[in-house]
């Protein structure tokens, strides 16, 4: 199988932290990798050695079929970087920063302007591409550092934690982008504290602490990890939610728990409990507004895989190398 | 039948592994190290109390000494001035070295420059971009100096060919001895530390020399001292090629030091940045 980017046994230590104890992380092209971890996991260094910026202490990492370390030259030619550190200069305007960037990336000067126009009309920027890019708010700021790491026409590009600090509608707005970038054809390591966005974009998502991959697998796989579904129904009338209740676990057997209100929910596994409790609700002629059957949040996910039981003190010596999300799902449910 | 006025539509611009084959490393370094020149410029014009150091400083100095001083050394401030003026251009041109390091460590420390790290450009371009950006620094330095000695009564003693390799001369020397600053920049941990090692060395580098009394009125020790130090030679090479005099010898001197010096702090600063990535 080719991959897009791949990394072996990565590691990196800063001084006595071991930022990194052998991680493994690999995407087909054409897909997003979601990175997932909290502060401090380890993101940023995976990304920053894979961008050629932090050389590993041990392991391998490749892109595009080119070692970043012997062939970083290669890389650097592949890649496109966005994050909290690789961003645009403030003192220069839209259109300066990407015709430099052009200009470095060996386009001619008038391959640059137009590829500079081109991308800040892509990215709803034209009306600011004179004005400095410190007078950008955060969200056209995002834009500007996604159009930068675009200019070249990137097979793979690093994004990381795009969207830290950004309104959920600024945030939808760089998820869009992403997703036509994904749909012409182009790679995506997206690492992110939000699990959200690691759902809404990934194909494939691995989950970092502590310097290890402690799961790896499709959004579906990791939720499923945390084992089975919710039902959950709204009546439409709050009056009725007693009958609803009782309804629920007479079908069920488990006793209904309200996660917001005028809302019932009970755990299920699999979806057999949805036909009876239809049937029954529309036999007592309760109107529902809301009744869905859903996986676990990422969130829920999350905070299983990363329970910890032994204090955080102990440090990554203790943390699992590389457990698929199979086998976590066994240490999980167990 | 198709109007002559439509144009074939333009195909996407090249990737970066398109347009990196169609000319030699050679030139393409050269205009990354153009492009980031460009930038440093445009920052510098934008932000134009940066050039204080170039403009209002060595005017001050001029008052200063040239009233100061000028009675007393050489009896009258119009011969002083013909004395201490292509010194004093040496010293500040010297001293606008600090700036660059100053300025790049703080500039480093921006995102920016880790994107150009990720760039598939000579580790020594942005270096080199910053550099040649604050030429534009020393021109405006020799020209506010000039402009200013002339309204006081300065004369170029001998002709504009000799004046102009004076300038060049000059900007030659401290093109070499900037790269100290560059280096002290990249390594620095913080932008104070590089002024106060800089100025540490500038102040004997220039003071100690004979631009503000003859070399003959000093004491033993400072003799020796202002014989030795390269800024002498730069300032009698100035002097000479201003106002008359001697200059083969200073000249000679100037240009191995300027050699040298650039021999050893380019490395050693294009070193320090490739190791901090």
Known sequence: ?334 | MSATLTRPAEGPTPTAEQAATRRPALARGVTHSLTLARRSLVKTLRTPEQLIDVTLQPIIFVVMFVYLLGGAVSGSTSEYLRFLLPAIMVQTVIFATVATGVNLNTDIKKGVFDRFRSLPIARSAPLLGSVLGDMVRFVVCIAVLLGFGYALGFRIGTDPLSALAACVLVMLFAFSLIWASVLLGVVAREAGAVQGIMFLAMFPLTFGTNMITPTESLPGWLQWWVNVNPVTDVMEAARGLLTGGPVAGPVTTTLLWSAGLFAVFFPLAVRAYRRKA
């Open chain 1, 1 to 334: 199988m080719s991959y897009a980017f791949r990394t072996t046994g990565l590691v990196k230590r800063f001084g006595d932290t071991t930022a990194l104890a052998g991680v493994d992380l690999a995407a087909r092209p054409g897909t997003v990798l979601g990175v997932l971890g909290p502060n401090g996991a380890g993101k940023t260094t995976a990304v920053r050695i894979l961008a050629t910026l932090t050389r590993p202490d041990g392991g391998t990492a490749e892109v595009a079929g080119h070692d970043v370390v012997r062939e970083a030259e290669e890389v650097r030619r592949r890649v496109g970087l966005t994050g909290q550190y690789a961003s645009v200069d403030e003192d220069l305007t839209g259109v300066e920063n990407l015709v430099m960037i052009g200009r470095l990336l060996d386009l001619t000067r008038q391959e640059a302007k137009r590829r500079a126009g081109e991308l800040l009309e892509q990215f709803d920027l034209t009306a600011a591409g004179g004005r400095r890019a410190g007078t950008y708010s955060g969200g056209m700021r995002r834009r500007l550092d996604l159009a930068a790491s675009l200019v070249a026409r990137p097979e793979v590009v690093f994004l990381d934690e795009p969207t830290t600090g950004l309104d959920p509608a600024k945030r939808d707005d760089v998820w869009a982008l992403v997703r036509e970038q994904v749909a012409s054809g182009v790679t995506v390591l997206l690492t992110t504290q939000y699990l959200e966005e690691a759902d809404a974009l990934a194909d494939e998502i691995a989950v970092i602490d502590q310097g290890s991959v402690i799961a790896q697998g499709t959004p579906h796989e990791l939720k499923s990890v945390v084992g089975g579904q919710t039902l959950q129904v709204r009546p439409l009338d709050p009056a009725r939610l007693g009958e609803v209740g009782d309804i629920l676990e007479r079908v069920t057997g488990g006793r209904p728990d309200s996660p917001a209100r005028d809302v019932l929910s009970v755990p299920v596994t699999g979806d057999a409990a949805l036909p009876p409790v239809v049937a029954r609700l529309a036999e007592q002629g309760i109107e529902v507004m809301e009744l869905s059957l859903r996986l676990p949040s990422l969130d829920e996910v999350f905070h299983t895989l990363t329970r910890r039981d032994t204090p955080a003190a102990t440090g990554p010596a203790t943390a699992a190398p590389d457990r698929t999300a199979h086998e976590t799902k066994g240490a999980a449910v167990a």
